[in-house]
């Protein structure tokens, strides 16, 4: 009868040592599972402030270089007593044409790493829209000759090749202040976009998809980031968007 208790008493503090050790290993899963799931969401958000910051770096350089150019040309213009001398004007504008393809290419691979890290396509859509917001600018600063201004005008319009580019119709392409106010707009939407968005190749959650329909719903603009069926794409004319 003592040596059947004392058996049972070891049996049932195994069974109580087992039980607690399991219930220790579960304790260490769950924190490290926490941890993990902390330590992504916060690379996560690391990842999605440099792109903010890469896309608004990358976009305002060109922006404000184009601004500075133009500044100086209109201040010529009308204040020739207080402006800026031909001299600087002239270098005003090699620093334009230095900076738009330095920019070009450091957007063409923001736009392959929003591309990579969101599935929601809308996302470099939206930085594409900036992209040809600033080469329409580009063009139109520095005097592109009638027919090429047309061409460009066409390349970066909504529908063209199937695709969104600026959002903006040719003809509104041709008025400036459409233009900078809609990249503008493309700039903020597709920042807010990039912090609404999970990042991985994992399936866009519905929540996600609300929030950047709420999104783009009180942006300006009206713009949807997708092309309209009802719009006629031209196929006879060669060229992308520059």
């Not at 990358?58 to 800026?84: N, V, W």
């Amino acid at each position: 009868m003592i040596a059947g208790f004392w058996y049972q008493a070891g049996l049932n503090a195994a069974g109580s040592l087992t039980t607690t050790v399991l219930g220790f290993l579960l304790l260490v899963v769950a924190a490290n599972l926490v941890t993990r799931r902390f330590q992504d969401r916060r690379a996560a958000n690391e990842l999605k402030d440099k792109l903010i910051r890469d896309m608004t770096e990358t976009a305002s350089t060109l922006y404000h270089q184009i601004g500075m150019y133009l500044r100086a040309k209109s201040d010529t213009a009308y204040h020739a007593e207080t402006s800026a001398d031909d001299q600087e004007i002239r270098e005003l504008r090699k620093a334009v044409l230095a900076q738009y393809p330095r920019s070009k290419a450091d957007a063409e691979v923001l736009e392959a790493r929003l591309t990579g890290y969101f599935r929601e396509p809308r996302v470099p859509i939206a930085w594409h829209a900036v992209r040809d917001c600033l080469t329409v600018r580009y063009h139109n600063t520095l005097g592109a000759a009638p027919k090429r201004w047309e061409q460009v005008c066409k390349e970066n319009s909504i529908g063209w090749k199937g695709q969104y580019h600026s959002g903006l119709s040719a003809s509104e392409l041709t008025d400036q202040s459409n233009v900078s106010l809609a990249y503008k707009q493309h700039l903020e939407n597709v920042a807010r976009m990039v912090l609404a968005c999970p990042v991985g190749p994992r399936r866009m959650p519905r929540k996600s998809e609300k929030a950047i329909d709420s999104i783009l719903e009180q942006a300006q603009g009206g713009f949807k980031y997708r092309v309209p069926g009802e719009i006629t794409i031209s196929t006879t004319d060669s060229g992308s968007s520059p």
